[in-house]
């Protein structure tokens, strides 16, 4: 799975959820974003369905207690990815 085409699934989910069009860095903070955690999860679970992933429900928490980042999240999908 290329990290490119992941990175942008993450920044262009992330953008339609928070309704705007401007980039953001990939170290932004989720938060900071203005996104909670009901958000993140819903994002962590569209994405997999994207990219055709699946992560076991540990991972899965696990991913939702550590995320701080977009990076945090590509990086994360990208793992998944290559298991």
């Known amino acids: 799975m290329k990290r490119a085409a992941v990175r942008a ?3 262009r989910f992330i953008s339609r959820l928070l309704e705007r069009q401007d980039d953001f860095d990939d170290n932004a903070s989720l938060a900071q974003l203005g ?23 540990a991972e899965e928490d696990r991913m939702l207690k550590d995320a701080r980042t977009a990076e945090d999240l590509s990086r994360f999908l990208v793992r998944i990815g290559r298991d």
């Open 9 to 11: 699934a993450v920044h």
């Open 35 to 57: 996104l909670d955690k009901e958000d993140i999860e819903e994002l962590i679970f569209h994405l997999e369905d994207e990219l055709g992933l699946t992560a076991f429900t």
